[in-house]
């Protein structure tokens, strides 16, 4: 089973920073088979990324994600207040599916 | 409207069984893979199982393999978990979801508002 370490667990910022938040898999991630989402409290995880760096549909351009292998970063440019909520990388590329810890990323 | 509907939830006792039952709607339902993915009170996603459009493919998570069944009807647009043997700690919010891509396995656009599923004695 793969597992996902996310880092950090809590990132505390300001709207209009750049947020940086990092999945670390402790295997290699076939085809880059590695997605994000975000939750906010009440709702259902709503995809940002899949295949690691394409945004799903109705993403704004400001959520980007990169990387290959066991690392992969999902940077949000510039911080909306709409952004404030919990983050969960997932990788679907080996079986079980298997999901990061999460990263709350908390106003400052 | 793309939509998914989970049903079936309640208040079992530990060793009792429950049926899920997840209704789609506004896609082309037996194009894609379909997962429940459960969420602890106060906790992470965690990915429960998962059927491929053919029902050729299925995966398990560990913590409920010999214990859960998913199924599918194509035909009623439907997707099922049989939960046996329920434990304390399979309480949780039960989603259901689609995969983005018809050839994908995993990445999840598509959500239920999810059912409750809580064993306590």
């Known amino acids: 089973e793969i597992v996902l370490t996310q880092s950090p667990g809590t990132l505390s910022l300001s709207p209009g920073e750049r947020a940086t938040l990092s999945c670390r898999a402790s295997q290699s991630v076939s085809s880059s088979y590695l997605a994000w989402y975000q939750q906010k409290t009440g709702q259902a995880p709503r995809l940002l990324i899949y295949?690691?760096?394409s945004r799903a549909t109705g993403i704004p351009d400001r959520f980007s994600g990169s990387g290959s292998g066991t690392d992969f970063t999902l940077t949000i440019s510039r911080l909306e207040p709409e952004d404030f909520a919990v983050y969960y990388c997932q990788q679907y590329g080996s079986s079980p599916i298997t999901f990061g810890q999460g990263t709350r990323l908390e106003i400052k | 409207e793309v939509q998914l509907v989970e049903s079936g939830g309640g208040l079992v006792q530990p060793g009792w069984s429950l049926s899920l039952s997840c209704a789609a709607s506004?896609?082309?339902?037996?194009?894609?893979?379909i997962h429940w993915v459960r969420q602890a009170p106060g906790k992470g996603l965690e990915w429960v199982s998962g059927i491929s459009w053919s029902s050729g493919t299925i995966g398990y998570a560990d913590s409920v393999k010999g214990r859960f069944t998913i199924s599918r009807d194509n035909a009623k647009n439907s997707l099922y978990l049989q939960m046996n043997s329920l434990r304390v700690e399979d309480t949780a919010l039960y989603y259901c979801?689609?995969?983005?891509?018809?050839?994908?396995?995993?990445?999840?656009?598509?959500w239920g508002q999810g059912t409750t599923v809580t064993v306590s004695s």
């Open positions: 979801a689609k995969t983005y891509d018809s050839g994908r396995w995993g990445g999840m656009d598509v």
């Open positions: 295949d690691a760096s």
């Open positions: 506004g896609f082309t339902f037996d194009n894609y893979a």
